[in-house]
């Protein structure tokens, strides 16, 4: 599971979950820092801080943020991946299987 503040004990436990049912290895990821850099670079370069729409924010920046979530997500999964076996002493790569968000 590649969490961050925003993901639910629900999404964490059914990814879990589902790595168990199909015999995989689970690891448990949190992003915040990775998305935390990107929001400072961005806003101190625009001099302004994105807010989701929970929190006030326009449908623009809860996109973007949203956006940024998802994308750090796949470039983790996918650096995972490639870095797994390796971690092992093993050749070869994994199969990166992602949700539509």
């Known amino acids: 599971c590649i969490r961050d503040r925003n993901s639910s004990a629900e999404t964490r436990d059914r990814a879990a979950k589902l790595a168990a049912e ?25 001099k302004k801080v ?4 929970v929190y ?5 920046e809860n996109l973007a943020l949203q956006n940024i979530q998802a994308r750090t997500r796949m470039c983790c999964a996918y650096f995972l ?19 539509s968000n």
């Open 22 to 46: 199909i015999g995989s290895t689970h690891y448990s990821i949190e992003i915040d820092s990775i998305i935390d850099s990107f929001e400072k670079v961005v806003s101190q370069n625009l």
């Open 50 to 53: 994105p807010k989701f729409k």
């Open 56 to 60: 006030g924010g326009t449908e623009t």
């Open 81 to 99: 991946a490639q870095l797994s076996k390796w971690s092992q002493g093993k050749k070869g790569g994994l199969l990166v299987l992602g949700s």
